[in-house]
Each structure stands twice: as C-alpha cells, then as structure tokens.
C-alpha cells in the first residue's frame, strides 16, 4: 500500500466549499466543532466528517483542553499548496 502524496490529499480537502469555509474560519483563530458547525444547515455527524477529512489531511490539528477538543489551522500544507501553485 503506497503513502497518499500530501498535496493531494490537501487538495481533496480543499475541494468541498464547507472545508475551504471551516479554515476560514480557523484563520481567525481556534474554534471548536460547535463553532464551526454554526453557520451550516447539517448534522454535527456531518460537520465531524468534515472536520475529520481536514485533520487527515493535515489542515487542522485538534487539541484537548478538559471536555473540549478545539480545531487550530496548520498552515503548513496551504503553504505547500501556495507554493505548487506558484510553480
């Protein structure tokens, strides 16, 4: 089985507009899973999936502070995406 290449799979998951929103949000700063479920019309299993596909990737790290579980933006590989793109 073969190691999936990184700026692909940012690029799978820059590829749902939810995704591209729930970083836009990150940017702004830490947030937690009810947080960025908010501004969407869907179940928080589907906003979890979402948040799942963003981890997997890279894009978010998530932390434990006492019952919460907090996202942070990683951007290191929307640097590496950027620096693709400049190629």
Request: with cysteine.
């Given at each position: 089985?073969?190691?999936?290449?990184?700026?692909?799979t940012a690029f799978a998951a820059l590829s749902h507009p939810v995704r591209?929103?729930?970083l836009a949000r990150?940017?702004?700063?830490e947030a937690t899973?009810?947080?960025l479920a908010e501004p969407f019309e869907m179940s928080l299993?589907?906003?979890?999936?979402?948040i799942r596909v963003l981890e997997?990737?890279?894009l978010i790290t998530r932390s434990r502070t006492k019952q919460f579980r907090?996202?942070?933006l990683n951007p290191a590989p929307l640097r590496a995406v950027?620096?693709?793109a400049d190629q």
């Open positions: 089985m073969t190691t999936p290449d990184p700026l692909d591209r929103e729930m990150l940017a702004r700063g899973v009810n947080d299993p589907a906003v979890s999936r979402h997997d990737a890279g907090p996202c942070k950027a620096n693709w």
